[in-house]
């Protein structure tokens, strides 16, 4: 598997922005994807955005608010702006061998999770 190491978790205010970053050491010999995604207490995990050879996609519910970039230089980041309470969750990175799929079980590979509190 593809070691994945997050950082950025913290505590921000309603409104606010903040970064993740997701450090990844990957062959570079085939298509990848990586990706977004989270879950707040009570739901399922489900799909924030994802990066695949300069193409993007975003989940309805962020979109507009959060950027993906990268990997640069091994690190993919997702801006994370207009942050709202329902933003709240442990945020993970992913990684899978092909293009863009946007349902969890399609990535082999994932983070620690890092915790994202945003506060009203």
């Known amino acids: 598997q593809v070691q994945l190491v997050e950082s950025g978790g913290g505590l921000v205010q309603a409104g606010g922005s903040q970064r993740l970053s997701c450090a990844a050491s990957?062959?570079?010999?085939?298509?990848?994807?990586l990706g977004w995604f989270r879950q707040a207490p009570g739901k399922e995990r489900e799909f924030v955005a994802a990066?695949?050879?300069?193409?993007t996609s975003y989940a309805d519910s962020v979109k507009g608010r959060f950027t993906i970039s990268g990997p640069t230089e091994g690190t993919v980041y997702l801006q994370m702006n207009s942050l709202k309470v329902e933003d709240t969750a442990v945020y993970y990175c992913?990684?899978?061998?092909?293009?863009?799929?946007?349902?969890?079980?399609?990535?082999?590979?994932w983070g620690q999770g890092c915790q994202v509190t945003v506060s009203s």
């Open positions: 990066w695949s050879g300069g193409t």
């Open positions: 990957i062959p570079p010999y085939m298509t990848y994807a």
């Open positions: 992913a990684h899978r061998w092909g293009g863009i799929l946007t349902g969890r079980n399609n990535y082999g590979s």
